[in-house]
T-cell receptor, first 112, second 111 residues
Framework: NAGVTQTPKFRVLKTGQSMTLLCAQD?????MYWYRQDPGMGLRLIHY???????AKGEVPDGYNVSRLKKQNFLLGLESAAPSQTSVYFC???????????FGSGTRLTVV | GEDVEQSLFLSVREGDSSVINCTYT??????LYWYKQEPGAGLQLLTY?????DMKQDQRLTVLLNKKDKHLSLRIADTQTGDSAIYFC???????????FGSGTRLQVQP
């Protein structure tokens, strides 16, 4: 029972490079979320998904894209990384009607 | 202003009680949560309270909700050094799915 798994755990990118962060959950949860955490600012919602094939913008979506082709996976893409995207990224999921959110352990991304 | 506000830092001595406070602005909040984050780790759900409750107790943890003042608190009894972490208050607003977080309170427990 892995819960929510994020890969990779750490990554360093150069400005302008692209990458995809993967979030996988094995709990058959409907809803999935991507947050970023910056010092002193708590977690802010980037994008979320309420089901396979659907995505929606959160509070800070600019510079990111997402896809939910399979129910268990939620991908976060950075097309052209910028230093402002240096952050810790957390994925979370929960089941419809149940507000018990499960978080992954995070991906620490540094853009130089 | 921010949707959810918390003080940044709290220091207590081991064995004392800790009280971490949170204020929120949206009266439509349905669930309110407390999460714990240890250094380099993800978020661990400590407890949550539904908006029609005033209090919830779970072992050493007591959550108090004052809906009139939109104030939420987390009391940790007999605080231990292992309780040192950042504590986040979060809410779910009616009709929405995602959590909205406060900026976190760093709890330091001194031996």
């Amino acid at each position: 029972n892995a819960g929510v798994t994020q890969t990779p755990k750490f990554r360093v990118l150069k400005t302008g490079q692209s990458m995809t962060l993967l979030c996988a959950q094995d709990m058959n949860h409907e809803y999935m979320y991507w947050y970023r955490q910056d010092p002193g600012m708590g977690l802010r919602l980037i994008h979320y998904s309420v089901g396979e094939g659907t995505t929606a913008k959160g509070e800070v979506p600019d510079g990111y894209n997402v896809s939910r082709l399979k129910k268990q996976n939620f991908l976060l893409g950075l097309e052209s990384a910028a230093p402002s995207q240096t952050s810790v990224y957390f994925c979370a999921s929960n089941i419809q009607g149940n507000y018990g959110y499960t978080f992954g352990s995070g991906t620490r991304l540094t853009v130089v | 202003g921010e949707d959810v506000e918390q003080s940044l830092f709290l220091s207590v001595r081991e064995g004392d009680s800790s009280v971490i406070n949170c204020t929120y602005t949206d009266s439509s909040s349905t669930y309110l949560y407390w999460y714990k984050q240890e250094p380099g780790a993800g978020l661990q759900l400590l407890t949550y309270i539904f908006s029609n409750m005033d209090m919830k107790q779970d072992q050493r943890l007591t959550v108090l909700l004052n809906k009139k003042d939109k104030h939420l608190s987390l009391r940790i009894a007999d605080t231990q050094t292992g309780d040192s972490a950042i504590y986040f208050c979060a809410e779910v607003k009616e009709g929405r799915r995602a959590l909205t977080f406060g900026s976190g309170t760093r709890l330091q427990v001194q031996p």
